[in-house]
């Protein structure tokens, strides 16, 4: 950890967490949520359940007594309002070197939109009644400004479903499944027929990889299609991805065939689809602070 301000720090691999040494208040901004204990950090960072964490609590420290569970009230589900156009959006993502083509199929499935007052590019997650349960938002401008809208359940998280019933691709982020899906149209082949998921942010494994949590954007999808017997995992080239996919090599492998295919070049499928199209070191002066 680093430290970002007076008696706080912040997770070196998780800039928006935050911990105050002197409230012991931790709070995770990019998925809203926060606590001020060690069994609330087990149970809603980590994906422990309840039991799990007080063993592992115990286990430490043998005389440890478990406090009452911090609970909130259940937040309701409400996308941004809509902006009437995707004018700001279309030419951020084109700009990446996103298709439009793809784009439009995003704009036409409702998955995809502007919002107000902000301009937000907002990429929106449904269940399998169509119904919307899920919506990350990022600016469109230079704030570097990202998260899921409030009442998000990460377990519809955005996706583009094919017809490919037997394999699914994992994202860290939206972005890079909509830069796979323009990488596959370059190569000539149909991007309609794969299954592209995001894992609706940074998917952060336990210091024992073999006890890992399966994320949630992932357990959601694999429920609902039941015949995946692939997972192509394409992470980031940092520490963080390297880690998240050897932990779902080894906790998912014993089910599935799971495949480690990140870029080739670049940290992610969006650095590598900008430097295939020649305008890398323009999304650079365009993006980065």
Known sequence: KKSSARNEWELTDHDSFKINELTSQWHWKSRDIGGTSALNFLIHVDGCSFLEAVQMLKD???????????????????????????????RYLKERGISGEVLQQCVHLEILYESLPYHNAVFVGKDEKGTP??????????????????????????????????????????????????????????????????????????????????????EGFLKSHPDIK???????????????????????????????SPPKFGKDFNDFLCMKLGIYKSKQRSFER
């Open 133 to 218: 349960r899920y919506a990350a938002y990022r600016a469109t401008n230079k704030s570097r400004l990202m998260g899921d809208a409030s009442g998000s359940d990460k377990h519809y998280s955005f996706r583009l479903e094919g017809s490919n019933n037997s394999e699914v691709h994992l994202f860290e982020c939206a972005i890079d499944a909509l830069s796979y899906a323009t990488l596959i149209k370059m190569n000539g082949d149909d991007w309609r027929k794969e299954n592209l998921v995001s894992l609706a942010g940074v998917y952060a494994p336990r210091e024992k990889i073999e006890e890992s949590k399966v994320p949630a954007a992932v």
């Open 60 to 90: 430490e420290y043998p005389t440890y007594i478990p406090p009452p569970v911090e609970t909130k009230p259940k937040k309701l589900f409400v996308l941004p309002p809509v902006s009437p156009d995707c004018r700001r959006v279309f």
């Open 230 to 260: 692939r997972i192509m995992l394409h992470f980031d080239n940092d520490e963080v991805g390297r880690k998240a996919t050897q932990a779902l090599q080894i906790i998912l492998s014993d089910r599935y065939e799971v495949i480690d």
